[in-house]
T-cell receptor
Framework: DAGVIQSPRHEVTEMGQEVTLRCKPI?????LFWYRQTMMRGLELLIY????????DSGMPEDRFSAKMPNASFSTLKIQPSEPRDSAVYFC????????????FGPGTRLTVL | GENVEQHPSTLSVQEGDSAVIKCTYS??????FPWYKQELGKGPQLIID?????GEKKDQRIAVTLNKTAKHFSLHITETQPEDSAVYFC????????????FGSGTQLTVLP
C-alpha cells in the first residue's frame, strides 16, 4: 500500500486566495483525521470523519476552514480566504476502527500564505 | 479538555547512551498512550503504545512505562543510534474524547556520534 497520500506537498499562496488540500487515506480505513502543525501550537486535531461522516469539527479554527469527504478514498480541507496565520504543515491521517488503533499519517502539506 | 505536558523539549545524548522523555496528563479517564516519532519532512509515525491496564511495554530498544496514579508515562530508548534523532511526541486518548488524540509539545532528540 502507498500509505496516506497528500497533495500538494507544498503550497505558496497570497492572502485572500482559496487553498484546497487533498488527501487519499489508506484503502479500508474508516477514520480520517486532519491535523495542523505549527511551532507555537504543536499538533492540533482540526476535524475527523468516520465512514465519510464528519464526527467532530470543534478543532476547526474559523468558518474560513471547511472539510469534506465525498467518498471513502478522498477528502479535502479548504481555506477561503487564506490568511498569513494559516501558514503551517497540514497532515491527514487515517486509521481502522477505534482511536486505539494506529493512526497512519501522510507526508503533510506545507502551506505558506504571503 | 485533556492537557498533556511533555519534557524535555530538547535532548542531546551520546550514541549508545539512553534517552528518557516524560509526559504528564490531566484526565484520569485517559486510557491509551501512544508515542510517535517524526523525522524531518515526514509525518509522525507510531513507534510504541500502551493501554491503561498495563504498566510497562517493551519493543527491542524502546520501552514505555505508565504510572496511572501519578498520571505520567515515559518513553525510554536504550543504546541510542544516530537514526534515533527525530522529534518524539507523546499522545493521550481519554475514554470520553471519542478517539481524539491530544499530543504533547514534542521533544527534539539528537544522538551525537
Amino acid at each position: 500500500d502507498a500509505g496516506v497520500i497528500q497533495s500538494p506537498r507544498h503550497e505558496v499562496t497570497e492572502m485572500g486566495q482559496e487553498v484546497t488540500l487533498r488527501c487519499k487515506p489508506i484503502s479500508g480505513h474508516d477514520y480520517l483525521f486532519w491535523y495542523r502543525q505549527t511551532m507555537m501550537r504543536g499538533l492540533e486535531l482540526l476535524i475527523y470523519f468516520n465512514n465519510n461522516v464528519p464526527i467532530d469539527d470543534s478543532g476547526m479554527p474559523e468558518d474560513r476552514f471547511s472539510a469534506k469527504m465525498p467518498n471513502a478514498s478522498f477528502s479535502t480541507l479548504k481555506i477561503q480566504p487564506s490568511e498569513p496565520r494559516d501558514s503551517a504543515v497540514y497532515f491527514c491521517a487515517s486509521s481502522v476502527g477505534t482511536g486505539y488503533n494506529e493512526q497512519f499519517f501522510g507526508p503533510g502539506t506545507r502551506l505558506t500564505v504571503l | 479538555g485533556e492537557n498533556v505536558e511533555q519534557h524535555p523539549s530538547t535532548l542531546s545524548v551520546q550514541e549508545g547512551d539512553s534517552a528518557v522523555i516524560k509526559c504528564t496528563y490531566s484526565d484520569s479517564a485517559s486510557n491509551y498512550f501512544p508515542w510517535y516519532k517524526q523525522e524531518l519532512g515526514k509525518g509522525p509515525q507510531l513507534i510504541i503504545d500502551i493501554r491503561s491496564n498495563v504498566g510497562e511495554k517493551k519493543d527491542q530498544r524502546i520501552a514505555v512505562t505508565l504510572n496511572k496514579t501519578a498520571k505520567h508515562f515515559s518513553l525510554h530508548i536504550t543504546e541510542t543510534q544516530p537514526e534515533d534523532s527525530a522529534v518524539y511526541f507523546c499522545a493521550v486518548i481519554s475514554s470520553g474524547s471519542a478517539r481524539q488524540l491530544t499530543f504533547g509539545s514534542g521533544t527534539q532528540l539528537t544522538v551525537l556520534p
